[in-house]
C-alpha cells in the first residue's frame, strides 16, 4: 500500500506514479496499491469551496508575519472549515487519521493479506505509524520518508513543516 500524503492526495494515483518509480525487485515482490482515504479523490471527497474559492485560498500567505495577516489567516481557515461541514455534511466529521488507518485495515483484509506493507510519504508517514499503533500484529514492511510527532496539534505541526520547507 502507497499513500503520498497531503493530507488530501490520492494514494490511487501516486500508485499509478510509484509502479514507474519502485525497482524491478520491488515490483516483482508486491502489487502497488493505492486507497483514496476517505474525504480524497475517488473516495467520496470532501466538497467545501468552489475552485475560484479555493484557488483564492491557497493563493493566501501561507507564512502569516503580522497580526493583520495572522488573524486573515485564521479566519480563511475557519471559513473552510465551515465550508466542508456545510457542503460535505457528515463526512467533514469522519476524516481523521485515525478513521482512515481503520479503514486500511478494512482494505487490508478485504485483499486476504494478513500483513500490511506500506509505503508513505509526507502525511502518508502518519498514517502508516498510525495504522501500526492501531495494529501492530498486521504491520510487516513499513517505509515512513519522515518523522511526525502526533502529540502536536495541527498548528505546531503545520509551523514545523512549513519551517522544514524554509529551510530546505
Known amino acids: 500500500f502507497v499513500n503520498p500524503g497531503g493530507p488530501g492526495g490520492s494514494a490511487i494515483d501516486y500508485a499509478d506514479t510509484m509502479k514507474g518509480e519502485f525497482g524491478k525487485a520491488v515490483r516483482a515482490k508486491y502489487d502497488i496499491v493505492g486507497v483514496d482515504p476517505r474525504g480524497v479523490g475517488k473516495s467520496s471527497p470532501l466538497e467545501c469551496l468552489s475552485d475560484k474559492q479555493f484557488d483564492t485560498f491557497t493563493a493566501a500567505d501561507p507564512d502569516p508575519d503580522n497580526p493583520a495577516e495572522i488573524k486573515q489567516f485564521r479566519e480563511s481557515t475557519t471559513q473552510l472549515g465551515t465550508a466542508c461541514e456545510k ?52 504491520v510487516d514492511r513499513m517505509v515512513l520518508d519522515g518523522a511526525v510527532d502526533p502529540s502536536l496539534g495541527v498548528v505546531d505541526s503545520s509551523l514545523g513543516q512549513a519551517t522544514g520547507f524554509e529551510r530546505a
Do not use: I, N
Open 87 to 138: 457542503h460535505s455534511g457528515e463526512l467533514a466529521a469522519h476524516v481523521s487519521t485515525e478513521e482512515a488507518a481503520r479503514d486500511m485495515d478494512v482494505v487490508r483484509a478485504l485483499l486476504g493479506r494478513k500483513k500490511m506493507d506500506w509505503f508513505g510519504a509526507s502525511y502518508g508517514t502518519q498514517l502508516g505509524a498510525t495504522y501500526a499503533q492501531l495494529f501492530p500484529k498486521t
